[in-house]
């Protein structure tokens, strides 16, 4: 099981920090997107403007996953 992190609105929108799944099935980055846009779909829209960062480091998409321990989806933000 991996531990996926929501920041900033996507905690109010999930209405939790953090949560586990299995991504065993995904074989990338873009692979793990999509099954917590399905598992969430209250947050579907958000993710596709949103990083992932596995294990504490900036993924895109077509990168390969290997058996991660954390996934932190994260908005964009501003700052000024």
Do not use: H, W
Not at 30 to 49: K, Q, V
Request: net charge negative; glycine share 6%.
């Amino acid at each position: 099981m991996t531990t996926i992190k929501f920041f900033a609105y996507l905690i109010q929108k999930t209405g939790m920090e953090e949560t586990k799944l299995n991504l065993s099935g995904c074989s990338t980055v873009g692979d793990a997107r999509e099954l917590i846009s399905s598992e969430f779909p209250e947050i579907a829209l958000d993710l596709a403007t949103c990083m992932l960062a596995v294990d504490m480091t900036f993924r895109q998409d077509d990168e390969l996953l290997n058996e991660p321990r954390e996934v932190a989806v994260i908005p964009p933000v501003s700052g000024g």
